[in-house]
């Protein structure tokens, strides 16, 4: 673990004294890269202070119990981020093949001007813009006249529009996450135009992610038994625990009645 993770760890375990330390035994937390530490502490510490371990088994337990619910929550998370960037690659490809040349013919403009500085002698910044914004309109001549000084690249004005659209795409998705009004408005009116609904659409986007959805599931509920079997078990050994405690507690009554008894029936000296 590293000395941060210690330090966050030291930081819950103050909200359970002398607890949450004693769990070190059991090793570090297993942790991918790019999860919080900070989360997996809250965890550990509202369990701890939940269950309110009363030896070193029960803290075996504890230990198992948040590793359990940290893998389940991390299958869930898991099949969110499937699910989410498989419908939001999905909608960028349909707003590429939906948008018309005028909703992004700007992002053509500004692309083209970036490019035409590195082809352009000497700078001219009028002359660009000009050239530029003929060749937004589609003005034949200067399509073929632009295209001729791309020729030495690997762009044309072909390739140029493709990247634009794509561009334009990817930040109406951004913006319909954001729930920009604009974005949320033309979104629905192209998927409207297109015969579908969202739901619609992202239930077929996703028929061929079942398979990956289904096997995440599993996993989860795997974890899911073994985290509540663990349960059980603190449970199960508690009461057994207790019935022990008072069975004690009854013979030593026993004991402590019956050594009275006997002191009682002694003749007197």
Same mark, same amino acid.
């Given at each position: 673990?590293?000395?941060?993770?210690?330090?966050?760890?030291?930081?819950?375990a103050?909200r359970?004294?002398?607890?949450?330390?004693?769990?070190?035994?059991?090793?570090?937390?297993?942790?991918?890269?790019?999860?919080?530490?900070?989360?997996?502490d809250?965890?550990?510490?509202?369990?701890?202070?939940?269950?309110?371990?009363?030896?070193?088994?029960?803290?075996?337990?504890?230990?198992?119990?948040v590793?359990?619910?940290?893998?389940?929550?991390r299958?869930?998370?898991?099949k969110?981020?499937?699910?989410?960037?498989?419908?939001?690659?999905?909608?960028?490809?349909?707003?590429?093949?939906?948008?018309?040349?005028?909703?992004?013919?700007?992002?053509v403009?500004?692309?083209?001007?970036?490019?035409?500085?590195?082809?352009?002698p000497?700078?001219?910044?009028?002359?660009?813009q000009?050239?530029a914004?003929?060749?937004?309109?589609?003005?034949?001549d200067?399509?073929?006249?632009?295209?001729?000084?791309?020729?030495?690249?690997?762009?044309n004005?072909?390739?140029?529009?493709?990247?634009?659209?794509?561009?334009?795409?990817?930040?109406l998705?951004?913006?319909?996450?954001?729930?920009?009004?604009?974005?949320?408005?033309?979104?629905?009116?192209?998927?409207?135009?297109?015969?579908?609904?969202?739901?619609?659409? #992202?239930? @077929?986007? %996703? +028929?061929?992610?079942?398979?990956? !959805? *289904?096997?995440? $599931?599993?996993l989860?509920?795997?974890?899911e038994?073994?985290?509540?079997?663990?349960?059980?078990?603190?449970?199960?050994?508690?009461?057994? #625990?207790? @019935?022990? %405690? +008072?069975?004690s507690?009854?013979? !030593? *009554?026993?004991? $402590?009645?019956?050594?009275g008894?006997?002191?009682?029936?002694?003749?007197?000296?």
């Open positions: 673990m590293s000395r941060k993770s210690e330090s966050k760890t030291e930081i819950a103050a359970v004294p002398g607890q949450l330390q004693r769990l070190a035994v059991f090793g570090p937390p297993l942790l991918l890269e790019g999860e919080d530490a900070t989360a997996y809250e965890l550990l510490g509202r369990i701890c202070a939940a269950v309110k371990p009363v030896d070193i088994i029960d803290e075996l337990f504890i230990a198992d119990i590793a359990l619910e940290w893998e389940v929550l299958w869930r998370r898991l969110r981020t499937l699910m989410q960037e498989t419908g939001l690659k999905a909608l960028k490809n349909f707003l590429a093949g939906k948008l018309n040349y005028d909703q992004y013919s700007e992002h403009a500004d692309d083209l001007m970036e490019i035409l500085r590195e082809y352009v000497g700078g001219k910044e009028d002359a660009m000009a050239l914004r003929k060749c937004v309109r589609n003005e034949p200067v399509v073929d006249e632009i295209n001729k000084v791309l020729a030495p690249s690997i762009l004005m072909d390739r140029i529009r493709h990247d634009a659209r794509a561009r334009k795409a990817e930040e998705v951004q913006d319909y996450l954001r729930r920009e009004p604009d974005a949320v408005t033309l979104i629905e009116e192209l998927l409207t135009d297109a015969g579908v609904s969202m739901d619609t659409f #992202l239930t @077929k986007v %996703l +028929r061929d992610k079942i398979d990956y !959805i *289904e096997r995440i $599931d599993r989860t509920a795997i974890a038994t073994r985290r509540n079997a663990a349960l059980r078990e603190i449970d199960r050994r508690r009461v057994v #625990l207790g @019935k022990t %405690l +008072r069975r507690v009854h013979e !030593i *009554e026993d004991d $402590d009645f019956a050594d008894e006997l002191v009682l029936e002694l003749p007197p000296a």
